[in-house]
């Protein structure tokens, strides 16, 4: 009897660390997504031009990170609020399903900078 209520315990626990692990695990996923999120955000900060498929290209700032902070950071820009028109583009080398995804976040932006904005 006192052996069965050792082996219980023992498969809580282990079970209790299993599930620990999983959480850890997603936790570190996140955390490195994120690391690579802003690498890649201040390579393109400090990145001007480039070379795609041998033609070379020229561009503006580039942002990355998540739509809720792009759009902030959009808002509080004196050159976004002084101009009426601003162009986002979108790499298309990457097929139209990853395009079509890129667009529904940059109209999720836009929606919130005009959402952040003053009424005229």
Known sequence: MVESGIAERIAARRAGLDELEDQLA???E???AERDELAVALRNR???SGCSRGVRSRFGRTDAGE???IAEELAAD???KAADTVLFTVPNQLGVA???MQ???VKAI???VDAMAPAA
Do not use: G
Request: net charge positive; charged share 35%.
């Open 30 to 32: 996140e955390l490195r």
């Open 103 to 105: 667009l529904t976040v």
């Open 26 to 28: 997603k936790q570190l």
């Open 98 to 100: 990853w395009c079509v």
């Open 110 to 112: 836009t929606t919130e």
């Open 67 to 69: 739509p809720n902070r």
């Open 78 to 80: 004196e050159a976004v």
């Open 46 to 48: 400090k990145t001007r």
